[in-house]
């Protein structure tokens, strides 16, 4: 799955587009948010950050499904329906520290070993979140 990756640097393509594009990229990032969640939710490892979410994962799938699509590249779902996603400021309510960061990375990468993603695209992919993931820190140290 996904082998279609170039080498580093001539590679234009969003990841919206090596996710499958038009045609699978919705419905491959609907399943990896969807293996992310059931990781949270079952790996005792994240049971600090599962324990911050709501007992119901639904809309937490949900959000992450319509942010992702839009900030791999592909529909800005999230943005339509919410307005501006301000993902700092609304993660502000929750203590997140070096181990959350890490927690969250730690299932996100598990998630696309589980989906069998090709490496490459993988650490692209998890560079790039690790920023996100890093950015939305609000604890000093752990
Ligand atoms: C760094 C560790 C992170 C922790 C501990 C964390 C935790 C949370 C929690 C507890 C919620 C509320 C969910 C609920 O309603 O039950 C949430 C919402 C959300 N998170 Fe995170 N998150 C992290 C990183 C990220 C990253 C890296 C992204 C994006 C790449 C992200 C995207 C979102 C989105 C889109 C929402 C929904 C916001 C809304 O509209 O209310 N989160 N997160």
Redesign the pocket.
């Known amino acids: 799955m996904l082998n279609e990756i170039e080498e580093a640097g001539s590679d234009k393509r969003t990841f919206f587009e090596l996710l499958g594009g038009e045609e699978n990229g919705t419905q491959n990032i609907r399943l990896l948010v969807e293996t992310f969640y059931d990781i949270m939710d079952s790996d005792p490892k994240a049971k600090p950050?599962r324990d911050?979410?709501?007992s119901d994962l639904t809309?937490?799938r949900e959000?992450?499904f319509m942010?992702?699509t839009g900030?791999t590249g592909g529909p800005q779902l999230?943005i339509e329906r919410?307005g501006h996603?301000m993902?700092r400021k609304?993660?502000l309510p929750?203590a997140?520290g070096e181990s959350?960061?890490d927690q969250?990375m730690y299932c996100m990468i598990k998630a696309m070993h589980q989906l069998e993603y090709d490496e490459a695209l993988m650490k692209k992919l998890a560079n790039q979140?690790y920023g996100?993931?890093d950015f939305?820190r609000n604890q000093q140290g752990h």
């Open positions: 950050i911050m979410h709501q809309s937490a959000k992450l942010f992702l900030w999230y919410y996603p993902l609304r993660h929750f997140i959350a960061r969250w979140l996100v993931a939305m």
